[in-house]
């Protein structure tokens, strides 16, 4: 079905942008359009410029339009207030972002994002963290982190600098326990605010993005331009469930899964014994489910949860070394293909 986008994109190629321009392919009306080996065929419909029953018309013409492609059983629309310029990807003077995702809270996703972070740094990266978690906010208590994000005079953030990396997150910018209840438009211009912040130079920016897959992770998807995404699980079958859904979401975006992370994989018991408290991870299921490679198995590391809860990261121990090498790992990747 590799030619599932492109059969997708010729059916749509009859549909016209109902604000000229040409067909709604052409125009960028449409974009993301990915087909699963399930059959479920994704597209992104921008609604900018649409009034509400033009929109709606045009959704279900999208729709009715893919779903007589053979081979596609399900039809998922995505709606966004934004286009995605293709020539718009990423954050000016920053080489890399590199997104990391879940879709459920308590996986570890914070814990990963900030130690990769690390891990690029001790490889001699420029690196930064962007947490993006809006409602759980956790760079900050994992960095040891108390001071606040300062503004230029031309309103722009700068990052706060801790261990070598430029640092933003919602944990930085006000009362975290404030934070929580900000409405909407104003987290919205939070985001926006910390994505232009003061990040140049950098090599690599890793994102901690929030949990889930509702308009908050499209939008800043959109915004952000990753080049890649991390997907952040716990082997259990309920946590990966969650999550195939968030991987989906990243492609439908556009955006490359580099692979999964399966995090607490394991545990060393008192008499040395190994214990798998959430079941033993099967790689192969992992890697189906998915269809992305597991880059890392995390062992749970009772040192590295009481590092997090005195804000005084590790520097050595099984997770360390693990992120170490995906560090290393993704840093040759990028290397070869020389962006
Ligand atoms: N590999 C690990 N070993 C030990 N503790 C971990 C590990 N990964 C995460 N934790 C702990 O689990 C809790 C949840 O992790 P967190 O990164 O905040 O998850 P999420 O961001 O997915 O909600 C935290 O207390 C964190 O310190
Ligand atoms: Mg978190």
Known sequence: MADGPAA??????????????????????VSGLSLSPEGVAGAVLAIDGLARGQADRLEADVREALSRIPGVARVRVIRTAERPAADARGIPGVGQVLAVGAGKGGVGKSTVAAYLALAFRRLGLRAGLLDADIHGPSAHIILGITQRAQATADRRLVPVEAHGLKVLGMGLLADPDRAVAWRGPMVAGAMVQMAQGRWAPLDVLVVDLPPGTGDVQISLAQKLGPSGALIVTTPQRLAVADTRRAAALFRQLGVPVLGVIANMTALAGPAGEVVHPFGRPDRQALETAFAAPVLAELPLDPALTRAADDGRPLDHGPVVAALDRLAQDLACRWRETGD
């Not at 997708?8 to 392919?25: C, H, I, Q």
């Open 8 to 29: 997708m994109a010729s059916a749509l190629t009859r549909l016209a942008d109902p604000t000229g321009g040409g067909d709604v392919v052409t125009t960028g009306r």
